[in-house]
């Protein structure tokens, strides 16, 4: 039975990973930070209570700051596979703590890499680093693919340049099977609620049922190349079962601007959308209103979308699309989601969370409010 060692097993792609690999027959272990509320909401449906005989899954509290730990758990485990998915993921959010993203995202990937070779163990461990699109930042090149040069633009992606670097040098400098994936956008109805999918179907769903009046957006003209996560943990698993250890592009080849998203999320539950002003004065407004869900609120004329300049980033990357290329000749990876079924499956989602939220009200309890 295969050991997989998951960092982040608690976030959206760790808790897709832990499942697809229980699935596979694995044993799961995972790294989940300490926090004064339950923090495993994620991956409750896979929970194994630990005193059963059999369970295949194990939590241990750790940090990725906290390399004596994770020295203690990887001697512990003894892992034929690590993934190492923890990370500080917000890009905007680290411009606010760059300090501390270095510290996990950059120092805990070395922290990773330098454990399994104390360890002894760079002949039996495989280990996945968590790269991004982000390496990219200012347009180089586009498509981008394996070969484009990176030109990171926040703490976050100068973090995780580092990361990839340190990866690449621990595989050449001790012949360790250590790969980067550098995964574009992927999203998924456990998608983080601050991120900007997540927080468009979030809100489709809250206004349609007259739960929040607005959405409040930064930069609408930023393009993502954006796949589904279930797809993308699958490639995260392939890369780690090839005869050589290499890096690899996961996306789909296809881009959509953050505004274009936002339209189709309306549409998906019958709301159609159109711009008027400019900048930060920019607004969004109910044109039409058809074959909507039937507890739907608006009606044309509603202005439901307004612009926060405190969404804008100090230096922004425009514009993302990725050349999967290489990982589907490789890998035979291919994305099943196309962005349409993406938004789709994350708005009826989204719907069912937010009416049970309606019905709390109808019953006089007071409904949490908190939108980013
Ligand atoms: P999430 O933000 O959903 O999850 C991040 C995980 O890292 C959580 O489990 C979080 O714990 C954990 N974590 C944060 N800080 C630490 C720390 N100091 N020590 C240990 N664990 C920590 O991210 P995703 O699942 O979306 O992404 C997974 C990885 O892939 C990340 O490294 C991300 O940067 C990278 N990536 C993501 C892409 C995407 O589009 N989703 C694209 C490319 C790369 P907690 O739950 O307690 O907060
Ligand atoms: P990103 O994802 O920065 O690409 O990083 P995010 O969803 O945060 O932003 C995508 C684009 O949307 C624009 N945007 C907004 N973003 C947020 N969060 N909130 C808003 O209100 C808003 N309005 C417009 C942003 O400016 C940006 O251009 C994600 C993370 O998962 C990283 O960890 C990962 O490495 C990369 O994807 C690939």
Redesign the pocket.
């Known amino acids: 039975m295969k050991k997989a060692f998951i960092?982040?097993?608690?976030?959206?792609?760790?808790a897709y990973l832990a499942e697809y690999l229980l699935n596979k027959g694995y044993e799961v272990h995972g790294?989940?930070?300490r926090?004064s509320l339950f923090?495993t909401d994620r991956i409750d449906h896979i929970y194994q209570d630990p005193h059963d005989k059999g369970a295949r899954m194990k939590l241990y509290y750790?940090?990725?700051?906290d390399s004596t730990n994770l020295i203690r758990l990887i001697q512990e485990i003894q892992p034929d596979e690590i993934y190492?998915?923890?990370?500080?993921?917000?890009v905007r959010v680290s411009f606010e703590m760059p300090e501390y993203v270095a510290n996990?995202?950059a120092v805990?990937t070395l922290r990773i890499l330098e454990a399994v070779r104390i360890l002894g163990l760079t002949k039996k461990t495989r280990i996945y680093q968590?790269?991004?699109?982000?390496l990219y930042g200012k347009v180089q090149e586009i498509p981008q693919k394996e070969t484009t040069p990176f030109y990171p633009r926040s703490p976050?992606a100068v973090a995780?340049l580092y990361g990839y670097w340190i990866t690449v040098n621990y595989r050449e400098a001790y012949d360790m099977y250590a790969c980067n994936g550098i995964?574009?956008?992927?999203?998924s109805p456990l998608?983080?609620e601050t991120?900007v999918s997540r927080k468009i179907t979030r809100a489709v769903a809250r206004i349609v049922l007259g739960l929040q009046q607005k959405l409040y957006m930064g930069n609408l003209d930023a393009k993502r190349d954006w796949g589904h996560?279930r797809d993308y943990i699958e490639a995260m698993h392939l890369i780690l079962q090839q005869p050589q250890a290499e890096d690899y592009v996961i996306a789909t080849g296809a881009t959509t601007s953050v505004r274009d998203f936002l339209t189709r999320s309306f549409a998906h539950v019958g709301v159609i959308l159109s711009f008027k002003g400019k900048g930060v004065n920019e607004i969004g407004i109910v044109e039409s209103v058809t074959n909507a869900v039937e507890d739907c609120v608006l009606k044309p004329g509603d202005e439901i979308v307004a612009i926060d300049p405190r969404y804008f980033r100090p230096t922004e990357v425009d514009l993302l699309l990725g050349d999967p290329t290489k990982a589907k000749s490789i890998l035979g990876w291919k994305p099943k989601h196309d962005v349409n079924s993406l938004l789709a499956e994350m708005v009826d989602a989204d719907l069912s969370l937010m009416r049970r939220d309606t019905h709390l009200k109808q019953g006089g309890f007071r409904v949490f409010n908190y939108h980013e």
């Open positions: 960092t982040g097993i608690t976030g959206q792609d760790g790294l989940k930070r926090s923090n750790g940090d990725l700051t190492n998915l923890g990370a500080m993921s917000h996990t995202d805990g968590a790269s991004t699109s982000e976050y995780k995964l574009f956008n992927h999203e998608r983080g991120f996560a």
